[in-house]
């Protein structure tokens, strides 16, 4: 029963405000109103949701297919308004991003990165997509970045905020940074530093290499590789007929399985993963038992048991 009372106000919930903090606020002389003003200065493409309500994915798509799906102003606020859209759903469970076009994403729009050339307008585009990549890796969704084609420079970064990278034969992930005269600003060095560990990471970063599906995959930066089988007769929205909607299908099936079942055990999962990944140990084992204490004799836990689950 303490289990019970101590859960009504989720340490997790408290310590993870994952819904709705950033990294970034006025404190650090952050004004959010103020940079998306700026950016909206730049506009051009957009960035799609496309909510599948009854398995409770979203496809999110990065969609400036005349210039490889670069960033522009404009997609830097959709992205935002897109992530906190995903944090008001409570009957999410998944999200898939990918780029239109077959192709993920080239990093910056060049044109607005050379508008905003101040070091202040820089770091004022740097706090806002790393508020805005950081709430979404802490989206209570698996999510899961499809790449096809090149996810370059920032398009690089946006693939580390995702829970999983899927590739197809001939994609690459590179962190081209090096060769603007820059680093990442997105967050996407620390993210990467924890996902293949410091040596690797600085690799990928010095030398600017292309990480491929196979490197990828044997540095744990990818999770698999895809072997998307087009088919002619595919109901897949957005489906282009071509690799593109083979490939969203492939991603589908992979995440369909790894979010299947009730929203709030799946959310879970993503909770306390999230709070070992993020947390002090002994702060992770208080929020673990707090996500915990929600599900132990919930609807889902006692229908599991009325239903004599084996694990075959
Ligand atoms: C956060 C910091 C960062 O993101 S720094 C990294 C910024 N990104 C880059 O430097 C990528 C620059 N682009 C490239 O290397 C190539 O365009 C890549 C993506 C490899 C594609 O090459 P390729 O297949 O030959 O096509 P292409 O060069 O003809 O490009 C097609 C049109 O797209 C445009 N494009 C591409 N990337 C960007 C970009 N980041 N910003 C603005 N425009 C971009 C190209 O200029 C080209 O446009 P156009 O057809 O010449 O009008």
Partial sequence: MALRLSAAVPLAMRRLPAAVRGVHDAAHGFHEAEIRDQLLRFPGGSIDVRKEEEGGIAVVTVNNPGRMNAFTGSMMVDLHDAVQQLERWPEGKGLLLHGANSTFCSGSDLNAVRALESSQDGLKMCMYMQNTLTRLMRLPLISVALVEGKALGGGAELTTACDFRLMVPGSQIRFVHRHMGLVPGWGGA???????????????????????PQEALALGLADALLEPVS????????????????????????????????????????????????LPLEEALRAERDVFGTLWGAPANRRALARGAKHK
């Avoid at 293949?196 to 290499?209: D, F, K, P, T, W």
């Avoid at 007769?233 to 299908?249: F, K, M, Q, V, Y």
């Fill in 190 to 212: 620390a993210r990467l530093v924890r996902l293949v560990g410091y040596r690797h990471a600085l690799r990928l970063l010095s030398g600017a290499e292309a990480a491929g």
């Fill in 231 to 278: 088919s002619p007769s595919s109901s897949t929205p957005d489906d282009d007929g071509g690799d593109g909607g083979a490939a969203l299908r492939a991603a589908l099936s992979w995440l369909e399985p790894r979010v299947a079942g009730a929203p709030e055990v799946v959310r879970a999962a993503k909770k306390v993963a999230l709070s070992g990944a993020e």
